[in-house]
């Protein structure tokens, strides 16, 4: 199991499959070839990695799309 401050986590089942966490909180079940292909990549940085695979991360234009002419209310 790997956990960091950021708050994921990740457990590989008997299964094989693999529950990532974030915050104590289920963010997402890989099974198969997709938990195979997860827990080779998982090893550079894995709270990079979990955010990735969940979706769950900024892409860095949140302030610039707020700023947007369109998005201003």
């Given at each position: 199991?790997?956990?960091?401050?950021?708050?994921?986590?990740?457990?590989?089942?008997?299964?094989?499959?693999?529950?990532?966490?974030?915050?104590?909180?289920?963010?997402?079940?890989?099974?198969?070839?997709?938990?195979?292909?997860?827990?080779?990549?998982?090893?550079?940085?894995?709270?990079?990695?979990?955010?990735?695979?969940?979706?769950?991360?900024?892409?860095?234009?949140?302030?610039?799309?707020?700023?947007?002419?369109?998005?201003r209310g």
């Amino acid at each position: 199991m790997g956990q960091d401050a950021r708050g994921f986590a990740y457990v590989e089942r008997a299964d094989g499959s693999v529950v990532i966490t974030h915050h104590g909180r289920a963010a997402g079940t890989l099974r198969g070839g997709r938990a195979a292909e997860f827990l080779a990549e998982v090893g550079a940085d894995p709270q990079l990695v979990m955010a990735r695979w969940t979706g769950n991360y900024r892409r860095g234009n949140e302030r610039t799309a707020r700023q947007h002419p369109r998005n201003r209310g």
